[in-house]
């Protein structure tokens, strides 16, 4: 098994087992109180995403959209606990 950069960083040597149709609970959602919304270049967020699913759109002038990819949140939380202002929230997914 493959372990990846944000791993290795954190000192985690045994990769987390992902479920390939288990049934997610949670989801990151983020607030208004992002700073990508203020204009402020972040992307804390998404650079502690192991899979990839939080992705910037550029909106001009500085500012950056953060897009959860559907389907591609595992609700590990790894992006809420790195956000400087707790923008980023996990929240219960209504099936």
Do not use: N
Not at 8 to 20: A, D, E, N, Y
Not at 38 to 53: E, F, I, K, L, P
Not at 55 to 69: C, V
């Amino acid at each position: 098994m493959a372990i990846s950069r944000a791993d290795l960083f954190r000192g985690r040597l045994h990769p987390k087992p992902v479920p390939s149709e288990a049934p997610q609970t949670l989801e990151a959602r983020i607030g208004a109180a992002c700073l990508s919304y203020t204009g402020t270049d972040c992307r804390m967020c998404g650079d502690h995403c192991d899979r990839g699913a939080i992705r910037f759109r550029p909106l001009g002038r500085g500012r950056w959209l953060p897009i959860i990819e559907e389907g591609g949140c595992t609700g590990c939380g790894d992006c809420s606990a790195v956000c400087p202002v707790k923008a980023v929230t996990m929240e219960a997914v209504t099936a």
